[in-house]
């Protein structure tokens, strides 16, 4: 089992940054990938960004050059720079885990790839 607690989450004009962190348990981050999804009102949860255990980055299209996903492998913790933040990425953004590292860029892209999940922060972006 894999705790996952978020951080980071609030209330930010259209333009302005954020900085979400992920906190897991366990001895074995590292062979872990991570990733963020978010979830809006009335809507799917979708994959914003991931990092493999190798290190390896991947993003949504819609994040693409705004957002950055990091992780510190000494501090079990992985990190998810948002700048120039737009209404539309108003959501719940959740923490997720899976076991390995994957060449497919899609693999990530789904749901039901990640195995662990937090709780979930909520990020409002509005003037």
């Known amino acids: 089992q894999v705790w996952l607690v978020e951080s980071g989450g609030g209330l930010v004009q259209p333009g302005g940054s954020l900085k979400l962190s992920c906190a897991a348990s366990?001895?074995?981050?590292?062979?872990?990938?991570m990733g963020w999804l978010r979830q809006a009102p009335g809507k799917e949860r979708e994959f914003v960004a991931a990092?493999?255990?190798?290190?390896?980055?991947y993003y949504a299209d819609s994040v693409k050059g705004r957002f950055t996903i990091s992780r510190d492998n000494a501090k079990n913790t992985v990190h998810l720079q948002m700048n120039m933040l737009k209404p539309e990425d108003t959501a719940v953004f959740y923490c997720?885990?899976?076991?390995?590292?994957?060449?497919?860029?899609?693999?990530?892209?789904?749901?039901?790839?990640?195995?662990?999940w937090g709780q979930g922060t909520q990020v409002t972006i509005s003037s």
């Open positions: 366990g001895r074995t981050f590292s062979t872990y990938s």
């Open positions: 990092i493999s255990s190798g290190g390896s980055t």
């Open positions: 997720a885990s899976v076991k390995g590292t994957y060449s497919n860029p899609s693999y990530y892209q789904e749901r039901t790839s990640w195995d662990y």
